[in-house]
């Protein structure tokens, strides 16, 4: 039978607290731009040597000459563009304060690099939305491109680094 509780109705409806506790949001897929770090020779550089041996001058203060950010250095060497699969497989359903977690790498050619981009997410009732995997029916993904209920989250830059497991092999 229907379930028990108050009468539907006009009267006053339900309170705003109970709107919100059913929003959830989707992970449809991410894009991600992949750089990589050329090594740096260590402990000194070259220009580190130069300065010490005195064969160049160092520069004045206020001057941002040979001054280093290490943002010229990455280069993009990779794009990944799916705002379709979710993450490794997934696209979970995330309810407030809950989290999803996952792991995956890049190839790169270098020690260190960094990723950043966005996930690609949809704002969804979780009590109707449930997590999906790649392959099963996901409602948003059929939504039209420009729906209000689609965004796109940014993810800053983060630093990538050489497993352990793979300097041994």
Request: charged content about 25%; glycine content about 12%.
């Amino acid at each position: 039978g229907p379930p028990e509780g108050p009468p539907e109705g006009p009267p006053e409806g339900p309170p705003a607290a109970a709107k919100v506790e059913h929003r959830a949001v989707q992970l449809l897929g991410r894009t991600w731009n992949i750089s990589e770090r050329p090594p740096h020779e260590a402990p000194s550089s070259v220009l580190q040597r130069l300065l010490e041996e005195g064969v160049i001058g160092k520069p004045e203060n206020g001057s941002n000459r040979g001054k280093h950010d290490g943002s010229t250095e990455l280069k993009v060497v990779q794009t990944v563009n799916e705002p379709r699969t979710g993450a490794v497989g997934h696209l979970p359903v995330l309810g407030p304060g809950e989290v999803f977690e996952y792991m995956s790498g890049a190839d790169i050619a270098t020690p260190s690099g960094t990723m950043e981009g966005c996930f690609h997410m949809a704002s969804v009732d979780m009590q109707s939305i449930d997590s999906a995997h790649v392959g099963d029916h996901v409602e948003a993904l059929h939504w039209n491109l420009n729906d209000d209920r689609k965004f796109e989250m940014p993810i800053g830059r983060f630093g990538l680094a050489l497993d352990e497991e793979d300097l041994n092999t």
